[in-house]
């Protein structure tokens, strides 16, 4: 079946606007993450959503960043005011159940100028 | 805070060779997940150990864990230049989030 997809593949945007990134997750799949990788770092976690529990935030790095997930499967991340120290790729993963091994979408580079 | 350190950040060999890296935590897991990413499969999970396990194997792959020592290592024997890529140990902190390292990147020349 299909893997974790995320939309778009390459994203570039000035300095102050908005991005909004979309992760399709595998379809069945409870849990889904976010996560940012800057260049050559391991991965950052920034928030994840299980079921119909509230979203763990816990990782997000300022009120400019939140998520959504729709219908308990396509999930938005949008970034308000972006910053240059936002430039990253933008990983999204779905797991079958809490705690189950990742799996892991093309991400979204993002780059802002 | 960073949950796991690797350990070297860099490693090159020859095709045919054994690659060993290890990965440090700071707190008590569940499990420790090591994973794979290159340009061409982007991230890739490869290997799962749970806490109450010391050793388990995947093909070409040993993982070892010592929780006593908050430490993993994994072994890759008679590497191939497809092995190439770069490795991340990530331990779930027993919320459901998983925390990566910073990552061995391993060269395989052939």
């Known amino acids: 079946g299909a893997g974790v997809s995320q939309s778009p593949s390459n994203k570039v945007t000035e300095k102050g606007k908005d991005v909004e990134l979309r992760c399709d997750p595998i379809?069945?799949?409870?849990?889904l993450y976010w996560y940012r990788q800057s260049l050559g770092q391991g991965l950052e976690f920034l928030i994840y959503?299980?079921?119909?529990?509230?979203?763990?935030k816990s990782g997000l790095p300022s009120d400019r960043f939140s998520a959504e997930r729709t219908g308990g499967s396509v999930s938005t991340l949008t970034i308000q005011r972006t910053q240059q120290e936002d430039s990253a790729v933008y990983l999204c993963?779905?797991?079958?159940?809490?705690?189950?091994?990742?799996?892991f979408g093309p991400g979204t580079r993002l780059l802002v100028l | 805070s960073q949950q796991g350190e690797e350990d070297p950040q860099a490693l090159s060999i020859q095709e045919g060779e054994n690659a060993t890296m290890n990965c440090s935590y700071k707190?008590?897991?569940?499990?420790l997940q090591w994973y794979r990413q290159n340009s061409v499969r982007g991230l890739v999970h490869i290997i799962l150990?749970?806490?109450?396990?010391r050793e388990k194997h995947s093909g070409r792959l040993r993982v070892t864990l010592d929780t006593s020592k908050k430490s993993s290592s994994l072994l890759i024997t008679a590497s191939r230049a497809a092995d190439t890529a770069s490795y991340f140990c990530?331990?779930?902190?027993?919320?459901?989030?998983?925390?990566f390292g910073q990552g061995t990147t391993l060269q395989v020349k052939p």
């Open positions: 959503f299980q079921g119909n529990s509230a979203p763990d």
């Open positions: 150990i749970l806490s109450n396990e």
């Open positions: 993963a779905s797991s079958l159940f809490f705690e189950e091994t990742q799996y």
């Open positions: 990530a331990t779930d902190d027993q919320t459901g989030k998983l925390i």
């Open positions: 379809s069945g799949h409870t849990a």
């Open positions: 707190t008590s897991i569940n499990n």
